[in-house]
């Protein structure tokens, strides 16, 4: 069987909108608190027409520091695979002392995802809106997307792209696949 190219989503952020908390950033603890980004069905839908499997990729450390239970985050994934389809929901539960090999930056769920689902990750994307999902997204040896948000650092991450809105990752990767959709099929590789 022939490898797949893969979208990689990072999930905070991207695919859900990010929760305030004390005034910074944070992670949803309850099915109700996540609230999916409103332009990502429709966005997934069109990225998965283009031939890609989907994946979600996230650190969720709340856990392990004792914020939320285990079974309130797969709540949260629940709701999350209920609104968006995805293949498969991947999360670190570690926080830094556990010194994992799939915290991010580290690649580690991007390549055990892509050795699982045989994934080409040199025709993969990951997508983030932290520097360090860029991070992760290079030392797996896929392409980047970066989300220009206020609380990341932009154009100093060094991803392959920076884009505004999820949706705007589709003309950019519709972009660098062009000569396969010119095939006259709806399929980039
Ligand atoms: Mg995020
Ligand atoms: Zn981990």
């Excluded at 570690?94 to 090999?101: F, P, S, V």
């Excluded at 689902?117 to 896929?142: F, K």
Aim: net charge neutral.
């Amino acid at each position: 069987m022939s490898l797949r190219p893969a979208i990689f989503l990072d999930r905070d952020g991207v695919l859900n909108e990010i929760v305030e908390r004390d005034g910074k950033p944070a992670s949803p603890r309850t099915p109700q608190e996540l609230a999916v980004v409103a332009e990502a069905p429709d966005a997934l839908a069109a990225l998965r027409d283009m031939g890609f499997a989907l994946f979600v990729v996230t650190n969720q450390p709340d856990v392990r520091r004792g914020l939320m239970t285990d079974a309130a985050l797969d709540a949260i994934h629940a709701k999350l695979t209920s609104i968006l389809k995805v293949e498969e929901v991947a999360a670190c539960r570690h926080d830094n002392a556990d010194a994992c090999a799939c915290r991010k930056p580290k690649p580690g769920l991007i390549l055990d995802l892509a050795a699982r689902h045989g994934i080409d990750v040199s025709r993969s994307w990951m997508i983030g809106d932290q520097d360090r999902d860029v991070a992760c997204g290079q030392a797996a040896g896929c392409a980047t997307l970066l989300l220009s948000r206020p609380y990341n650092s932009g154009a100093n991450a060094g991803a392959t792209g920076t884009i505004e809105s999820l949706s705007q990752a589709i003309p950019v990767i519709a972009k660098t696949c062009a000569p396969a959709l010119m095939n006259g099929t709806r399929r980039v590789y």
